[in-house]
């Protein structure tokens, strides 16, 4: 089992940056490919970002690719997410979320029941 604590939400003008952090427990993530998803409103949950377990690979979502910076350090069992020149339409709840293993193919980042464990969430709001 592995429990993940998201930090680090909050409120933010437009063009502004924030950085989200995961705290894992219970196991040591660097057995796990792990992801950032977010939820607006009314909205599905939306694939943001991914990491390899094995290789440091990344993957970004078209909406964020420039803008967000995954990273993990697993000498702390920590998952972050640099975002910068937010915007209003990011605003969401934003969470952290494991994978056991790693992904082979690009495309199983993106998808939500390819991950097991998952955070509570953190709270993004961007005015504009």
């Known amino acids: 089992q592995v429990q993940l604590v998201e930090s680090g939400g909050g409120l933010v003008q437009a063009g502004g940056s924030l950085r989200l952090s995961c705290a894992a427990s219970?196991?040591?993530?660097?057995?796990?490919?792990m992801g950032w998803f977010r939820q607006a409103p009314g909205k599905e949950h939306e694939f943001i970002a991914g990491?390899?377990?094995?290789?440091?690979?990344?993957a970004y979502a078209g909406s964020v690719k420039g803008r967000f910076t995954i990273s993990r350090d697993n000498g702390k069992n920590m998952l972050y997410l640099q975002m910068s020149s937010l915007k209003p339409e990011d605003t969401a709840v934003y969470y952290c979320?494991?994978?056991?293993?790693?992904?082979?193919?690009?495309?199983?980042?993106?998808?939500?029941?390819?991950?097991?464990?998952w955070g509570q969430g953190t709270q993004v709001t961007v005015s504009s």
């Open positions: 990491i390899s377990s094995s290789d440091g690979r990344t």
């Open positions: 979320a494991a994978a056991s293993g790693d992904f082979t193919w690009y495309g199983d980042y993106f998808k939500r029941q390819k991950y097991e464990y």
């Open positions: 219970g196991r040591t993530i660097s057995a796990y490919a």
